[in-house]
C-alpha cells in the first residue's frame, strides 16, 4: 500500500486550514466528498447481475436528533429500554489489585529504593483501572445456563421411556403428556355449541399456554460463532500458571531403617538438557530420627506436598529425585552396601548387625548433623508419572518392557492419555541408582539417563538400591488448601484445617519467551558446581562449601536471607554443600536460594568458606570444621545483577576487613594455585525488578531522569538516549518487564505537547518505538493470542493497568493531566483542532494564538489526542505495522478517552458534545485509512485489523456522537462491497465486520425500533426525506426509508437479501445467516427484551426478512427429500420407534444428531441450493421473526400476499416442519460407539499437543477453507465447502467423558431437541391459524386451505410430542369444521391421508395422543354423517385393513382402546341420537374389530389358556354382526371349556349361541313356537340379553346369501339347546337342564313330536331326583379374587379379576399354579405372590417384576337377594357379587390387639354373572365397608352362633359336625377368645354415644352364643353313647365356667340407651 506521504499530509492540513479561515468548521464525515488521501475511484463494466448488491446505499438519519425527539415524547416512558442508552453506561473503576497470596509481594523497605525498582513495584502493585459497559453482557449471557426445560414425551422415545417407569406421570404435567381426560368430558367440550371465534381463541390460549420465551436458547449459534467474534475478558495480570502437578509424598522406606534420609526433587528437561523448576526439599523421617538431627532452637516446617508447573510440555521432562544422607565415613558404595545386602525378611537374622549400624549412623549424626552426603537417585518420566499404570522405577530396565528407543517412546505416547489427570493416581518407586562420587552433577544425571533409555548391556549390570518411595500424584484446578508460594507467602485461599503443607515449586522456564512480570520477586540462585584443591597441600579430602549472603564484612553483616529447607526455619543465614568423600575436586549438586534485598548496592555479596570435614573426631578439635580457603562474589556489576556461570580463586587466608569493596585490602594474601579460578559457580537471577539486560536497565534508568529534570533540553536529551536504548533490547526481556516498559514509554508521547520541535522529533521515534515493540510481540509464535488473535499480555495490560498516563514532573496538579479551555481560548482551539506537535513539520503552519487571555493556554496533551495523531500521521513500513496491530491501537484510544469523560465528568453530556469538534475528524481519517488498508492489502493480515476496527467503532457508539460513528460504519461497509474476484476475501471481511458491529449491547436502540411507529422531526432539515408514519406494508419492505431509520438493520437485511438471490459462495451465505442467527439469540437472552411488547418492537426491525426468506424459496433445501430416516408419508410413523434414533455418521462432528452440525451430503442439482445447515438456520430465523411479531400486522402482510406467494409461504412451512423434526433418544449402543471413537483418538490428539507436534490451540482456532471441492468431489456440494470452525461441543479434541456424563450430555440435548421441535412446530401452527383466518374472506380460498391441510398432515405424519399433537389435531378439527367442503371434496387425496394418520395416531401408545386423535376421528364422521358418511366409512375401513398387517400386538391394544374411545364419545354424544349416525358408527366399529381380531394374536398364548378364551370372547363380541363368524367364535369357545371340563361355560356358550340364533329367527320369522328372542332366555343367564343386539344388516346379508351354512335355522336352535342341556347336566347345574327344555318342549308340542317330549320328560324326572338327593352336595364352585400388577402383564397390568375355579379348591392350589405358570412366562425371579389381600401400593413394587395377588371371596347377597335365593343353586348362580375380608389396625399392621383390630369388608362387582362364558370375569367396581373393633367382634360371634345352630339343627344330625363346633366354641383352649372379647368390650360402658347400640348388640350376641352352646349341648347329649359321657361331663363343665365368667359383662345394661328408649 502506498504510503502517506508529507506531501499528501500538506494538501489535507491546507484543506482544513482553508475551511478555517473561511470561518466554518465542517466535520469531515464519509457523506460529503472524500479527501484525497481516501478518494478512490471504481469503474466496473460487469452487468448488474455479477454486483453483489442491488441497493442503493443510504446514510443514516440523523441519531441523536431522532434520540432527543423520543425522549421527549411521553408516550414511549413505557419503552424504557428502547428510548435511548441508559445513564452511566459506560463505568471507570478503580479496583483493588488481586493478588494470589494472602500478603502481597513487596519490598521490605521502601525508603532506600532507586527509582527503577520503585517504577518496577509500583507497576506490579498498583490497583486496576477498568473500563466496563454495564450492559454489555446482557446480551451475550449464556442462554443455556441454568435452562429449566419440559420434558417432551415423544413416541419414538417409548422404548428409553419404558426403561424409566413413572418418568411419564412425574413430568406429564409439564410436558404434555399430561393427566388425561375423561372421553366423555372431552368430546362435550368439544361438542357444545361455540362459535368459530370462539373455538379459535380457546384454541390459541391452550397453544400458547407455557411457550418459551427464550426461543434461541433451544437453537443457539455455535460456540465458536459467539466467541471468535466476541472480545473475551483477558486474564487478569496474577501470573496465574495453567498446567501443574500436585504430588503428595506418602512414604520413603529402605530395607533398613538406621538413619535419617533427605530427599530433594526437581524436574529437568532432557530434551533441552536443562533444569526446568528450583529443588524440593523432603523430609519423611519420622520424629526419632528428626530428633536426632534438629536443633532444639529451631522452629521447623515439614511439607509434605509439592506443586510443580509446566508451561512448555515435552515428551522428556523427567522427575530426578535425589537422596542424601548425614554424612559419615566411608564412600558412598560403602555407605549404601548394607542397604543392598541386608533384607527386610533377614532382619531376624541379621539384628545385631543392624544394630551396630544403627549405633554408629546415630553418632554420626550427633556429631556431623550439619553435613550431607550424596547416597542414591532415581528418575522417573513424566509422562509414567501421570499414568494410571505407572508403578515402577521407569529406569529400571528389569521392570520395564525391553525394546528400542521408539519402543520406550511409544510406550509414553501411550500413557499420555492420561495427562490430565482425571483423578489422583499413587505412585511407587522401588529401585534406587546409587551416586557416583564423581557423577554427581546435573549433566551427568541427564546422561545417564539418556544412556539408560538405549539399553546399555553395561548399564544392565549395575546394582541397584532397593526400596520404596510412593507418592500420589493429581492435577491442580484451583488453589490447594494451606498453600504456599515459593517465596512462603500463604496462597489464597488458605484452610488451616488440613495439617500437611504445601509449597509451590517455582518453574525456570525453558529458552524462549515467557510470560510478562507481574509481581514483586527478588531471587538469586546459586549453583556451586566444581572445585578443585588438587594443587593443595594438607588434609582438604572431605570439602564442604558454607555459603553466606552478607551486606558488609561485619559478622553482623551476615542477612537471614538464605531459604531453608524442609525441616529446618525458613530462613538461614548459611547453607552447607553435600561432601563427596575423600575428593580433592567434588562436583557439586546443591541449590542455594536467596531472597534479595530490594535496595541492593555495591556491598552485598556472597561468601563462600570452604572447609574439611573430620569424620572421625579428634582430641585437638572441638569441631569437625577445618577451614581450607575463602572466595566471595560482589553481587553487582557496576550496578547491575550477576547472572550466569562465574569462576572464582581461593584464598587461603583469613580474608580482612573490607575484602569486597577495596583491592587494597587483598595485597600480601595467599592464594591457591596462583590466583587462578579453581572454584566454579552458577547464577541464576529471578528478579522482576532487575532486568538482565543492561539496555532496559538504562531506559529504566533515563526516563527516571525525564521525570526528574526540568530542563525541556535536558529532557529531551534523556528522551532520545532513553529511546535508543529500549530500541536495542531483546523481545524475551521486553516480555518479561512488558508491563514496566509500557507504563514507562507510553507517557513519553505527551512529551511533544510542551518540548520544541527536536522534542516531537524524538515523540514521534517513541511511537515508532511502541510500535516495534507491539508488532514483535504479536509475530512472536510463542506469546499467546486469544480467539481473536491478540496478544494476551497486551490485552490485560489494557484492560488491567493502562491508565491515562502523567509524568512525574514537579508543579503540575491533577487537574493538568487534560488540557484546560477557557472561553477566550475557542477561536485558537478551533484552529489548533488537527495541528499535532507530535509532528513536527506541522510547526509552520500553526497560527499563532491570540493575545490577551488566550496566549497564555498550553497546547493541548491528551492522551487519545496525541495517540491519534501519531496512528494517523505515521507513514511508510511503520503505518503497515500499526494497522496490522490497529486494536492494540484502537483499544488504548476507548480506554483513555473513557478515563477522559470519566475525569472530566463528560459523560452527561450529549455525546456529541463530549469531544472537541475537532476530534471526529482525526477519527474519520483514521478509519478512512483503515479502510483503505483492509481493501488493498494482504488478506492473511487484514483480518484482524478489520476486526479491531468493527470493535472501535463499536466502542465508539458509547462514547461520541452516534450518527457520526453510524455514517463511519456505513463508509467502510460500502468500500468493502466490491465485486473483484481478485479481492473476493472482502465478503468476509464485510460479514466479519458487520457481526461485530452487531453485537453492541444497544443494538436495538442504535436501529431506532420507535420510530416505525409515531413521527419524529429532524432538527437538521432531514424531514423531508423521512415520512412521520410508515405504513405497515411498507415495515416489511427493505425500502430506502426503512434502511434509513434502521440504519445497521437494513445493513444486515440487504446483506441477506444479497447472498440469497445471488449465486454466492455456501461459506458467505453460511456466515451471513449465521449473523442473523447470532444477532436474534442476544435478542431472546436479553432480559430487557423479555416482555412482549419489547419482543413485538424488536421483531419489527425484521419484518423484511420474511419477504426475503420469501422469495429465496427456490434455494431452500427440503431435508424431507434425503433424510429417509424419518417418518414421513405414507410411511406408518411407528417404524421410528424401532429405527435408530442416534446416528454418529463422523469421528469429529455427529450427523444429524446436533443441528448446528455441517454434514457431508451427496445432492444433485444447481450449486445455488443452500446446504442443510443454513436453510435449517434460516428457517429458524423466519419462525423468530413469526413467533415474535406483532399479529396484526402480519395479518395485514399476508393478505398484501398475491395468491402465489401465499402458496410460497405454505410450502416454506412445510419446509419448517421437516428442517425440526425430532430425530429421537440416543441409545446405549450409540454412546458406547462415541465412547469408543473418543477414546481412540485421545491418544494421537493428546501426543500432539504435549510434544508440539502441532499447534493445538492453532489447529483448533485456525479457519480453514476448501477451494475447489467441487472439481475433486463433485457431487460433494455442500459440507466441506463450508468453512469449518472450532466448536468445544461438536469436536472430539477435549476430555473424555465418562459414559454416564456423556449420556446425560446427550440426553441433555435430545431434551433441548425435543422442545425446540415443539416450538418451531407450534409456530407453524400459529401461522397456520392465522392462514385460516384470513383465508375465508379470499375469494379462492380453496387452494390455501389445501395448503394448509397438506402443511397439517406432513407435521402429523413427523415424530412430534404429545403436547403438540393434542394442539395439532384442534387445529385439524377447527378446519374440517369450517370447510368440510375441501377435506371431503371428490378429487381430494387430503381425506383419505386424514384418515390413514388418525388411524395411525390412534394405535399411539399414549393415552392422551389417542384421546385426540380417536376424537378427530370421530368428529370427521360427524361431519360427513350428511353428505360423505359412505366415503368416510370406506375409507376408514381401508386404511385400517392397510395397517393391520404392520401393527405390532401393542399397537393393536392401542388402536382398540381408540376404537373404545369412539365407542365412548358416541355415547356422549346426544344430538345424534335420534339420528342413524350411532348404529352406522357402531357397525363400522365393529367391522374395524373385526379387521384386528382376524390376525393371529392368539398364537402369542399358546399357554395362556384363560387369555386365549379371553381373546376368543373379545373376537366374537366384535362379530356380533356377522352371525356366522360369531356362532363360529362361540364354538371354538365351548371346545376349549370343555377340554378343561368347565361344563357350566362349555353351555353356556351354547345357550349364547342359541339366543342370538333365537333372536335372528325371531326377527325373521316370528313363529309362535319359537322362543321370543334372547328374552326368553333370561332365567339361564342374566347377560343374555346381549345377543339381542343384532344388526338390521343382517337381513340384508341372508337376502343376499351370504350365510353359506344351515346355522339360523330351526334346527339349528334345536341342536345348540340339546347340546346345552347334556353340558348343564355334566355340570350338575340341573335346574338349568329344566330350563334348557322348558324352550324344547313348546317346538316338539308344536310338531306334535311325542317321542322328544317322552325323552325330555324322563331326563326331567332324572334331573329333579338328582336335585332331591344331592341339593347340598353339589359344589358349584370357588372364587378367587386375582389381580395382575407390573408391566410385564401388559393389558392386564393393574387389572382385576373373579375367577372360577372346580370344587374345592384352596387358596394355596390356585396361587401355585398362576405362579408357575407366570415364571415360565416371565422368569422364574421376575414373579411375586403378594401375600396379604390388602390394597396393592403400586409405588412400592419394581418395575421389572410381574405380582399376583390371590384373594378367596365368598359369593354376596344383599338382604333382599336373600330372601328369593333360598337353594344352593340360587345361591351359586348369576352371581355377580363377591366379597372378602381383610383385618387392619390403624398403625399399618394386620392383626393386633382387640381394641385395635378392624376389618375391611371388600364387594366387588363382576363385568357379567357367573356362570358365563368365561371364567375369569373383570372387577368393575370395588365396594369397601371398615367395621369398627366392636362391629367385628360382633360379626365374628355372631358368626360362631350361626355355625352351633346350623350343626344343631342339621337334619340328620351330623354328630361329627356337632362335637367339632361345640368343642371350638366351649372348649377350654378357646373360651379365652370370647372371654376376651367380652372382657375388652364389655367391662365398660363405652364414652362414645354412636357405640351404646353396638355394646348391647353384643351383649346380646353373647347371651345368644351362649344359648346356642347350650342346646348343641343338649342335642350332644342325646345322640352320644355311654362311652361318651365324661365328654359330655367335661363340655358341660367347660361350659358353666364359660357361663360364670361372662355374666357380669352379659348382666350389666347400659343406663344411657334405656334412658333414651324411655324418653
Not at 1343 to 1357: C, N, W, Y
Request: with cysteine; net charge negative; aromatic share 10%.
Amino acid at each position: 500500500m502506498a504510503s502517506f506521504t508529507y506531501g499528501d499530509r500538506y494538501q489535507y492540513l491546507q484543506l482544513l486550514n482553508s475551511e478555517v479561515d473561511n470561518g466554518q468548521v465542517k466535520m469531515q464525515a464519509p457523506q460529503n466528498k472524500r479527501t484525497p488521501l481516501t478518494h478512490v475511484r471504481h469503474s466496473s463494466t460487469s452487468p448488474m447481475h455479477d454486483v453483489p448488491f442491488s441497493f442503493e446505499p443510504v446514510e443514516p438519519l440523523d441519531f441523536e436528533a431522532l434520540i432527543l425527539s423520543q425522549l421527549e415524547n411521553p408516550e414511549l416512558e413505557s419503552f424504557q429500554y428502547l428510548l435511548d442508552f441508559p445513564k452511566e453506561d459506560v463505568e471507570v473503576t478503580l479496583a483493588p489489585r488481586e493478588y494470589r497470596t494472602v500478603t502481597s509481594a513487596e519490598p521490605n523497605n521502601w525508603n532506600n529504593l532507586t527509582p527503577q525498582v520503585r517504577s518496577c513495584v509500583e507497576t506490579y502493585t498498583k490497583d486496576w483501572l477498568m473500563v466496563t459497559r454495564r450492559n454489555q453482557k446482557c446480551s451475550t449471557e449464556s442462554r443455556r445456563k441454568g435452562l429449566k426445560l419440559p420434558l417432551q414425551i415423544f413416541e419414538c422415545d417409548e422404548s428409553f421411556n419404558l426403561e424409566m417407569q413413572g418418568l411419564q406421570s412425574s413430568v406429564g404435567s409439564q410436558a404434555g403428556e399430561q393427566q388425561t381426560e375423561v372421553p366423555e368430558l372431552f368430546i362435550q367440550q368439544l361438542l357444545q355449541p361455540s362459535t368459530l371465534e370462539e373455538v379459535d381463541l380457546r384454541n390459541k390460549e391452550k397453544r400458547q399456554s407455557g411457550r418459551l420465551m427464550d426461543m434461541c436458547a433451544l437453537y443457539p449459534p455455535s460456540d465458536e460463532e459467539e466467541a471468535g467474534y466476541s472480545r473475551i475478558v483477558p486474564q487478569p495480570p496474577c501470573g496465574q500458571l495453567e498446567q501443574r502437578l500436585q504430588l503428595h509424598f506418602l512414604e520413603l522406606k529402605f530395607e533398613i531403617e538406621i538413619e535419617p534420609l533427605f530427599v530433594i526433587l526437581a524436574l529437568y528437561d532432557l530434551k533441552e538438557r536443562k533444569k526446568i523448576s528450583e529443588n524440593f526439599y523432603l523430609d519423611l523421617n519420622s520424629e526419632e530420627f528428626r530428633q536426632i538431627i534438629q536443633k532444639h532452637d529451631e522452629v521447623s516446617s515439614y511439607f509434605k506436598k509439592a506443586i510443580f508447573s509446566i508451561t512448555h510440555s515435552s515428551s522428556e521432562i523427567y522427575l530426578i529425585i535425589k537422596v542424601d544422607k548425614v554424612l559419615q565415613q566411608g564412600s558412598i558404595a560403602e555407605c549404601a552396601e548394607p542397604y543392598m545386602t541386608i533384607k527386610e525378611c533377614e532382619r531376624a537374622k541379621s539384628k545385631e548387625k543392624i544394630g551396630k549400624l544403627r549405633f554408629q549412623a546415630a553418632s554420626f549424626c550427633q556429631r556431623l548433623k550439619s553435613y550431607r552426603m550424596p547416597f542414591a537417585w532415581a528418575a522417573v518420566d513424566l509422562l509414567t508419572l501421570t499414568s494410571t499404570s505407572g508403578y515402577q522405577n521407569s529406569l529400571d530396565r528389569e521392570s520395564n518392557s525391553e525394546g528400542s528407543g521408539a519402543d520406550m517412546r511409544s510406550q509414553s505416547l501411550d500413557n499420555a492419555r492420561s495427562i490430565p489427570l482425571s483423578r489422583p493416581t499413587q505412585y511407587s518407586l522401588h529401585t534406587f541408582n546409587k551416586q557416583e562420587e564423581d557423577k554427581l552433577s546435573d549433566e551427568d544425571l541427564m546422561k545417564f539417563i539418556i544412556d539408560e533409555k538405549k539399553t546399555s548391556t553395561l548399564l544392565r549390570r549395575q546394582r541397584r538400591i532397593p526400596g520404596v518411595f510412593r507418592f500420589e500424584v493429581s492435577q491442580v484446578n484451583e488453589a490447594p488448601s494451606f498453600c504456599f508460594d515459593p517465596e512462603f507467602l500463604e496462597v489464597k485461599p488458605s484452610n488451616r484445617e488440613n495439617t500437611d503443607l504445601t509449597l509451590e515449586v517455582l518453574e525456570f522456564p525453558v529458552s524462549g519467551l515467557s510470560t510478562p512480570h507481574t509481581t514483586y520477586r527478588n531471587l538469586l540462585y546459586v549453583y556451586p558446581q566444581f572445585l578443585n584443591f588438587s594443587n593443595r597441600q594438607g588434609s582438604a579430602r572431605n570439602i564442604t562449601v558454607k555459603i553466606q549472603f552478607l551486606d558488609s564484612e561485619e559478622p553482623a553483616g551476615v542477612l537471614p536471607v538464605i531459604f531453608g529447607k524442609s525441616g529446618y526455619p525458613e530462613y538461614m543465614t548459611e547453607s552447607y554443600t553435600p561432601v563427596a568423600y575423600h575428593s580433592k575436586s567434588p562436583f557439586f549438586y546443591e541449590e542455594v536460594k536467596i531472597k534479595l534485598p530490594s535496595d541492593l548496592n555495591k556491598k552485598h555479596h556472597l561468601l563462600f568458606t570452604f572447609y574439611h570435614i573430620n569424620c572421625q573426631p579428634k582430641q585437638s578439635q572441638d569441631i569437625p570444621e577445618v577451614p581450607l580457603g575463602y572466595s566471595w562474589l560482589p553481587i553487582l556489576d557496576n550496578g547491575h545483577l550477576r547472572s550466569g556461570s562465574i569462576e572464582l580463586p581461593v584464598c587461603l587466608e583469613k580474608l580482612p576487613f573490607l575484602y569486597s569493596v577495596s583491592s587494597n585490602s587483598l595485597d600480601g594474601l595467599k592464594w591457591l594455585d596462583n590466583r587462578k579460578t579453581v572454584f566454579k559457580l552458577e547464577l541464576i537471577p529471578v528478579s522482576t525488578i532487575y532486568p538482565q539486560d543492561r539496555y532496559l536497565e538504562h531506559f529504566f534508568s533515563l526516563c527516571a531522569d525525564v521525570g526528574e529534570h526540568h530542563s525541556a533540553a535536558q529532557q529531551t536529551e534523556a528522551l532520545k538516549e532513553a529511546v535508543s536504548s529500549i530500541s536495542m533490547v531483546q523481545l524475551k526481556e521486553h516480555v518479561r518487564f512488558l508491563y514496566v516498559v509500557l507504563d514507562k514509554l507510553l507517557p513519553l508521547l505527551t512529551l511533544s505537547s510542551r518540548m520544541t520541535t527536536e522534542g516531537a522529533l524524538v515523540s514521534k521515534e517513541v511511537f515508532k518505538v511502541l510500535i516495534t515493540i507491539v508488532n514483535q510481540l504479536h509475530e512472536s509464535e510463542e506469546m499467546m493470542k486469544d480467539s481473536l488473535g491478540r496478544n494476551q499480555s497486551l490485552a490485560s495490560y489494557i484492560h488491567y493497568l493502562f491508565s491515562i498516563p502523567v509524568l512525574h514532573e514537579s508543579g503540575v496538579t491533577e487537574s493538568e493531566k487534560y488540557a484546560t479551555t477557557k472561553p477566550e481560548g475557542v477561536t485558537a482551539r478551533h484552529k489548533m483542532r488537527l495541528f499535532s506537535s507530535s509532528d513536527p513539520e506541522m510547526q509552520t503552519l500553526k497560527p499563532s494564538a491570540p493575545t490577551g487571555a488566550g496566549s497564555s493556554l498550553k497546547p493541548s496533551k491528551v492522551f487519545h489526542e496525541e495517540l491519534a495523531y501519531h496512528i494517523v500521521f505515521t507513514n511508510g513500513k511503520m503505518r503497515d505495522q500499526v494497522y496490522k496491530n490497529l486494536w492494540f491501537f484502537c483499544e488504548l484510544l476507548i480506554k483513555s478517552m473513557s478515563q477522559y469523560l470519566s475525569d472530566t465528568d463528560r459523560w452527561k453530556s450529549p455525546p456529541s458534545l463530549r469531544f472537541p469538534e475537532y476530534f471526529p475528524g482525526i477519527i474519520y481519517t483514521l478509519v478512512n485509512i483503515a479502510t483503505e488498508f483492509v481493501k488493498h492489502q494482504d488478506p492473511d493480515i487484514t483480518d484482524l485489523t478489520n476486526l479491531s476496527l468493527g470493535f472501535f467503532l463499536n466502542d465508539l457508539l458509547s462514547l461520541m456522537d452516534r450518527g457520526f460513528v453510524l455514517r463511519m460504519i456505513g463508509h467502510h461497509y460500502k468500500e468493502l462491497a466490491v465485486k473483484d474476484d481478485k479481492r473476493s476475501h472482502l465478503h468476509d471481511r464485510r460479514i466479519d465486520f458487520l457481526r461485530i458491529i452487531c453485537s453492541h449491547e444497544h443494538f436495538v436502540i442504535v436501529n431506532l425500533p420507535l420510530t416505525a411507529s409515531f413521527g419524529t422531526q429532524d432538527h437538521h432539515n432531514q424531514s423531508e426525506n423521512v415520512s412521520t408514519h410508515e405504513s405497515t406494508v411498507e415495515i416489511f419492505k427493505l425500502s430506502r426509508k426503512f434502511r434509513q431509520r434502521h440504519f445497521l438493520i437494513g445493513l444486515l437485511l440487504q446483506e441477506i437479501h444479497n447472498v440469497l438471490i445471488t449465486d454466492s459462495e455456501r461459506l458467505i451465505r453460511r456466515e451471513a445467516v449465521s449473523l442473523l442467527h447470532c444477532l436474534l439469540a442476544s435478542h431472546d437472552g436479553d432480559q430487557r427484551f423479555w416482555s412482549r411488547r419489547m419482543k413485538e418492537k424488536v421483531a419489527a426491525l425484521y419484518l423484511p426478512l420474511l419477504d426475503i426468506i420469501l422469495n429465496s424459496l427456490s434455494q431452500l433445501q427440503n431435508m424431507a427429500d434425503f433424510d429417509n430416516a424419518r417418518s414421513k408419508l405414507p410411511k406408518f410413523h411407528s417404524n421410528a420407534r424401532n429405527a435408530s434414533s442416534l446416528v454418529i455418521t463422523s469421528p469429529v462432528v455427529p450427523a444429524s444428531t446436533n443441528r448446528h452440525s455441517s454434514s457431508i451430503s451427496w445432492f444433485p442439482g444447481s450449486s445455488s441450493i443452500m446446504s442443510a445447515e443454513v436453510t435449517q438456520t434460516l428457517l429458524f430465523c423466519f419462525l423468530w421473526v413469526l413467533k415474535n411479531a406483532n399479529e396484526s400486522a402480519l395479518k395485514e402482510w399476508i393478505l398484501g400476499l398475491p395468491a402465489q406467494q401465499l402458496l410460497s409461504l405454505l410450502e416454506l412451512l412445510d419446509l419448517c416442519v421437516s428442517a425440526f423434526e425430532y430425530e429421537g433418544h440416543p441409545s446405549t449402543e450409540q454412546i458406547s460407539s462415541v465412547m469408543y471413537r473418543k477414546s481412540r483418538d485421545m491418544k494421537l490428539q493428546l501426543e500432539k499437543t504435549i510434544f508440539g507436534t502441532a499447534g493445538a490451540r492453532r489447529e483448533m482456532m485456525k479457519r480453514r477453507e476448501y477451494p475447489g471441492i467441487d472439481k475433486v468431489f463433485p457431487g460433494m456440494n455442500m459440507g466441506l465447502h463450508e468453512k469449518l470452525r472450532w466448536r468445544k461441543d461438536l469436536t472430539q479434541w477435549r476430555q473424555s467423558a465418562g459414559s454416564d456424563k456423556l449420556k446425560l450430555e446427550l440426553e441433555h440435548e435430545t431434551l433441548i431437541n425435543g422442545n425446540l421441535t415443539v416450538e418451531t412446530n407450534l409456530i407453524v401452527l400459529d401461522t397456520l391459524e392465522l392462514l385460516i383466518q384470513l383465508s375465508s374472506p379470499m375469494v379462492e380460498f380453496k387452494p390455501v386451505v389445501a395448503g394448509v391441510l397438506k402443511v397439517l398432515i406432513h407435521s402429523l405424519s413427523c415424530n412430534q410430542s404429545s403436547l403438540y399433537l393434542k394442539n395439532c389435531f384442534n387445529i385439524q378439527r377447527a378446519i374440517v369444521s369450517k370447510f368440510p367442503e375441501v377435506v371431503f371434496e371428490e378429487d381430494s387425496e387430503h381425506l383419505i391421508e386424514l384418515c390413514l394418520l388418525l388411524l395411525q395416531r390412534c394405535t399411539s401408545h399414549f393415552e392422551s395422543t389417542r384421546l385426540q386423535a380417536s376424537a378427530s376421528l370421530y368428529l370427521l364422521m360427524r361431519q360427513s354423517y350428511k353428505a360423505h358418511f359412505p366415503k368416510t366409512k370406506m375409507y376408514i375401513t381401508l386404511t385400517l385393513a392397510s395397517l393391520a398387517g404392520k401393527l405390532s400386538n401393542q399397537d393393536k391394544q392401542c388402536l382398540q382402546k381408540s376404537l373404545g374411545m369412539l365407542l365412548t364419545y358416541l355415547e356422549t354424544d346426544e344430538a345424534m341420537e335420534g339420528s342413524s349416525f350411532p348404529g352406522q358408527v357402531e357397525e363400522l366399529l365393529q367391522n374395524l374389530n373385526g379387521v384386528l381380531c382376524d390376525t393371529v394374536k392368539l398364537q402369542e398364548f399358546p399357554q395362556d389358556v384363560d387369555m386365549q378364551i379371553d381373546l376368543m370372547y373379545r373376537i366374537a363380541k366384535g362379530l356380533q354382526s356377522y352371525v356366522d363368524l360369531r356362532l363360529m367364535w362361540l364354538r371354538n369357545i365351548m371346545m376349549k371349556h370343555v377340554e378343561r371340563k368347565c361344563f357350566a361355560e362349555a353351555a353356556h356358550c351354547l345357550v349364547h349361541s342359541a339366543a342370538l340364533v333365537a333372536e335372528y329367527l325371531n326377527r325373521v320369522d316370528g313363529s309362535v313356537h319359537l322362543p321370543m328372542g334372547s328374552v326368553s332366555f333370561q332365567n339361564i343367564s342374566i347377560d343374555i340379553l346381549e345377543e339381542s343386539l343384532v344388526s338390521e344388516e343382517i337381513f340384508s346379508m341372508e337376502k343376499e346369501d351370504i350365510w353359506t351354512r344351515n346355522l339360523l335355522s330351526e334346527e339349528g336352535l334345536l341342536e345348540l339347546l340339546d347340546e346345552a342341556a347334556e353340558l348343564f347336566n355334566k355340570a350338575e347345574f340341573y335346574e338349568m337342564v329344566y330350563e334348557i327344555y322348558k324352550l324344547i318342549i313348546p317346538i316338539a308340542e308344536f310338531h306334535r313330536n311325542v317321542k322328544k317330549l317322552s325323552i325330555i320328560h324322563g331326563i326331567l324326572k332324572e334331573t329333579f331326583d338328582l336335585i332331591l338327593s344331592m341339593d347340598n352336595k353339589r359344589m358349584f364352585g370357588t372364587y378367587f379374587r386375582v389381580g395382575f400388577y407390573g408391566s410385564l402383564f401388559g393389558e392386564l397390568d393393574e387389572q382385576e379379576y373373579v375367577y372360577k375355579e372346580p370344587g374345592i379348591t384352596k387358596l394355596v392350589e390356585i396361587s401355585s399354579r398362576l405362579e408357575e405358570f407366570y415364571k415360565q412366562m416371565f422368569g422364574k425371579d421376575r414373579v411375586e405372590i403378594i401375600k396379604d389381600s390388602s390394597p396393592v401400593k403400586m409405588e412400592s413394587l419394581d418395575p421389572e417384576k410381574a405380582y399376583i395377588q390371590v384373594t378367596y371371596v365368598e359369593p354376596f347377597f344383599e338382604e333382599y337377594e336373600l330372601k328369593n335365593r333360598v337353594s344352593n343353586y340360587e345361591k351359586n348362580s348369576n352371581l355377580r357379587q363377591f366379597i372378602y375380608s381383610t383385618p387392619y389396625t390403624l398403625n399399618g399392621r394386620a392383626h393386633g390387639e382387640l381394641s385395635q383390630q378392624y376389618k375391611r369388608k371388600t364387594i366387588l362387582t363382576t363385568l357379567h354373572a357367573f356362570p358365563y362364558i368365561k371364567t375369569r370375569i373383570n372387577v368393575i367396581e370395588k365396594q369397601e365397608i371398615s367395621l369398627r373393633p366392636i362391629e367385628a367382634a360382633i360379626e365374628d360371634m355372631q358368626k360362631k352362633t350361626y355355625e352351633l345352630a346350623k350343626a344343631t339343627n342339621e337334619n340328620p344330625p351330623n354328630l361329627k359336625l356337632l362335637q367339632m363346633v361345640l368343642q371350638g366354641s366351649v372348649g377350654p383352649t378357646v373360651n379365652q377368645g370370647p372371654m376376651e372379647v367380652a372382657q375388652v368390650f364389655l367391662s365398660e360402658i363405652p364414652n362414645d354415644p354412636k357405640l351404646f347400640r353396638h355394646h348391647n348388640k353384643l351383649r346380646i350376641c353373647f347371651k345368644d352364643f351362649l344359648k346356642r352352646c347350650e342346646d348343641a349341648l343338649i342335642k350332644n347329649k342325646g345322640l352320644i353313647s355311654s362311652e361318651r359321657e365324661e365328654y359330655q361331663s367335661e363340655l358341660e363343665r367347660n361350659y358353666d365356667a364359660l357361663k360364670h365368667n361372662l355374666r357380669p359383662f352379659i348382666n350389666r345394661r347400659n343406663p344411657h340407651l334405656y334412658v333414651t328408649a324411655c324418653r
